[in-house]
């Protein structure tokens, strides 16, 4: 079964995937595809990081200044990011059956980047009991 912690962490990057799909869709026209979507992906990392230090991991905290714990938790959501995509590109390779339906790779890679960036959320940054 689920921990809450993690439920928490999931509706959090549920509101991050609202905020990166609203902020890219309204930035596209005047930023471009590449411009708007670091605009969307920035404004979704700081949402999740607002997000799951107030309500996911509110009984821990990192040690860090308000600062440090941003770019750490960038730098993690990143590394995240990296499993994700890298996930899908190993899927597409070896599977017939992902590179007819790439969605199963989106999909695999999405849990498996979610599954990273939690688990090093949780042990490499907010880890400190309150």
Not at 63 to 69: D, K, N, R, V
């Amino acid at each position: 079964m689920l921990s809450k912690e993690f439920f928490r962490f999931a509706l959090a990057g549920a509101a991050g995937f609202i905020v990166d799909a609203g902020i890219l869709h309204l930035c596209q026209p005047a930023l471009g595809y590449y411009g708007g979507r670091a605009l969307s992906f920035a404004c979704a990392v700081f949402t999740t990081w607002l997000i799951n230090r107030s309500l996911t991991f509110r009984n821990k905290h990192s040690g860090l200044s308000l600062w440090q714990e941003f770019l750490r938790y960038v730098s993690l959501m990143l590394a995240g990011g990296a499993v994700n995509y890298g996930c899908y590109v190993v899927l597409t390779l070896v599977s017939a059956t992902v590179r007819e339906f790439p969605v199963l790779g989106v999909a695999a890679g999405s849990i498996a980047g979610m599954l990273g960036n939690y688990l090093s959320v949780k042990f490499l940054l907010f880890k400190h009991q309150e």
